[in-house]
């Protein structure tokens, strides 16, 4: 999405529908993975889970544009605000979520590292249905990812470390296999090919409905013997995670006094993590169980974040917070 427009393109009715699709989609996929999970073992798609991820980023990238960076120093204080939200409630809220709940160790660090990741790429969506400040969003989405290579590690040894063993320096190296240089070939692809990238915009939201999709289901077959036993406690950590994400990112911008506008922004960010790469970087690093609720965290936000975003559009903005900064400044 185009940080710097207010009406909506067709870039814009393309990710709004794939958002809404999205989890019949992953639902789908998961319950035919759940039901005849050999077809996918038997396929060799776990080994897909890496690549998938890079080509989700990949697009992520070709969808960034410099003045979304612009922010970065025109409008650093809410920026900053919606980074430190994202790193330090989430992947609290994860820990004490795990010991509430005495998850076992494998489930508890997967729920560890959901909140470890950066905000997933569909909030700017949502945020954008919510009447949210949509650039401040693309904004806060796009430094959290690029802060993912230091900071996710660092979290998950920390916190996920306590239960099971976390290679770091490993992990480190993944995400900015996974992360950080797709990202930036996506940014320089765009540099380079903008009349090209501009008209496969509308397409990008279904490309990463599509991977994301596959990455769960790929880790729904790998652990399938174990979902039936786990489900129902993984379903209530996420359901509680996020919920609390929302809730917690919102008073926390209320707090620093904020205005509407941000915190709807702040709460999306938070609560909306990038599951899909956490259900990757579980798989490959820590269990096929531990990428669980990675797997489910990637179904329910979607539903959430709409109810969320429904909600939100009924409430009225304050009289001076009604314009989109982003219009404002340009």
């Known amino acids: 999405m185009d940080a710097n427009t207010t009406t909506p393109s067709a870039e ?8 809404t699709l999205f989890p019949l989609l992953i639902l789908a996929g998961a319950g035919v993975a759940f039901l005849t999970p050999d077809t996918f073992t038997g396929l060799g798609l776990g080994a897909w889970i890496t690549p998938l ?8 990238g070709l969808t960034l544009t410099v003045p979304d960076f612009k922010l970065v120093v025109t409008r650093p204080l809410p920026i900053l605000l919606g980074v430190v939200a994202q790193f330090s409630i989430m992947p609290l809220l994860g ?3 795990a010991w509430a709940l005495q998850l076992p160790a494998e489930l508890a660090a997967g729920v560890i590292l959901v909140g470890s990741v950066p905000g997933g790429t569909a909030s700017n ?28 590690p660092l979290l ?7 239960y099971m063993p976390v290679d770091g320096p490993a992990m480190a190296l993944s995400i900015l296999q996974i992360v ?74 209320a707090l620093t006094r904020q205005p509407e506008r941000v915190r709807r922004t702040v709460a999306v960010e938070v ?29 329910w936000h979607n ?28």
Do not use: C
């Not at 709409?306 to 400044?329: F, I, T």
């Open 95 to 97: 820990a004490l979520i």
């Open 53 to 60: 991820l890079g080509i989700i980023m990949f697009g992520m």
């Open 303 to 330: 539903v959430s974040g709409a109810l969320l975003a429904a909600y939100l559009r009924r409430r009225p903005l304050p009289a001076d917070d009604r314009r989109e900064p982003a219009a404002v400044a340009s």
């Open 156 to 162: 998950a040894l920390w916190l996920a470390g306590t």
């Open 180 to 253: 950080l240089v797709p990202v930036a070939l996506g940014l320089v692809v765009r540099l380079l090919l903008p009349r090209v990238v501009t008209r496969l915009l509308p397409v990008l939201p279904w490309v990463s409905v599509v991977a994301i999709t596959l990455v769960v289901v790929a880790v729904v077959a790998g652990s399938a013997d174990r979902i039936v036993e786990a489900g129902a406690i993984v379903l209530l950590a996420v359901v509680l995670h996020n919920g609390l994400g929302y809730a917690v990112g919102y008073g926390f911008a």
């Open 12 to 19: 814009d009715a393309s990710a709004r529908v794939a958002v």
């Open 125 to 152: 969506v949502v945020t954008y249905l919510a009447k949210g400040d949509t650039a401040l969003s693309v904004a806060m989405t796009s430094v959290s990812t690029l802060l993912a290579p230091l900071l996710t």
């Open 271 to 299: 609560g909306m993590q990038n599951s899909g790469l956490a259900a990757g970087l579980a798989a490959q690093h820590l269990s096929p169980l531990a990428a669980l609720p990675g797997a489910v965290f990637s179904v």
